[in-house]
């Protein structure tokens, strides 16, 4: 029985862009709490329409207020609420667009963290090509190593299947309040790789 491993790289230039942000606020009145987050996602939103996109594109993936506790004399003491709201901006990459949104964080009265990822819109292409890739390479593995030894490959009796990792993209991740209107984003980034591996068991025939 032979054993092979076939290792599967393929990349793409980024194609598309996910904008993470999140609001957060702290207060012991519950009613504060929200009141404050509604006026930081108003602001958020007001700030995204001046670059050019729509309230509809900006997306909530996350909100929750809860209360927070800390440990005082060995009891645990009530210490206010947190709020917090997650939410996503996706588009097309495109560099002037993005520095549009980027120049309208800065300059407008946006309290929030926020993330850029770059990715490509069609990943799972990506992973089957990946995967593809990798066969191929464990099948020339095989075979050539077939022809140096003088025998022939018979039939497969396993094949083993490592799910496709995807080597993590470039991520941006800035404080929009700690940054000088003047400052701009100048950002080349890398390509999304994605790498896939099989391990393939093949009879020998002599």
């Known amino acids: 029985m032979l054993k092979v491993i076939g290792v599967g790289e393929v990349s793409k230039p980024v ?3 996910v904008v ?6 702290e207060d012991y009145d519950y009613q504060e709490v929200l009141r404050k987050l ?5 602001a958020l939103r007001e700030s995204i329409n001046k670059a050019g996109f729509n309230d ?6 996350n909100y929750k207020i809860e209360p927070r506790y ?5 009891r645990s003491v009530f210490n206010g609420y947190r709020g917090t709201h997650d939410l996503v901006l996706e588009f097309a990459y495109d560099k002037e667009r993005l520095n549009r949104l980027f120049t309208s964080l800065l300059t407008s009265n946006v309290d929030a963290l ?5 990715t490509v819109k069609e990943s799972q292409i990506l992973k089957d090509e990946a995967l ?9 593995n095989a075979n050539l190593i077939a022809r140096s030894a003088n025998f022939k490959l018979g039939k497969i009796i396993n094949i083993i299947y490592d799910e496709p990792r995807a ?10 309040m700690s940054y000088a209107p003047k400052d701009s984003l100048d950002v080349v980034p890398s390509d999304v790789k994605e790498t896939a591996t099989v391990h393939i068991e093949f009879e020998i025939i002599h």
Request: charged letters at 25%; proline letters at 4%; glycine letters at 2%.
């Open 15 to 17: 194609d598309f862009l």
């Open 20 to 25: 993470s942000f999140m609001l957060q606020s």
């Open 38 to 42: 509604n006026l930081k996602s108003r």
């Open 56 to 61: 509809n594109d900006l997306k909530t993936l």
């Open 70 to 74: 800390q440990y005082q004399d060995g």
């Open 114 to 118: 926020f993330s850029l990822d770059f």
């Open 132 to 140: 593809k890739e990798a066969i191929n390479s464990a099948f020339h």
């Open 167 to 176: 080597i993590p993209y470039p991520r941006l991740r800035i404080e929009a």
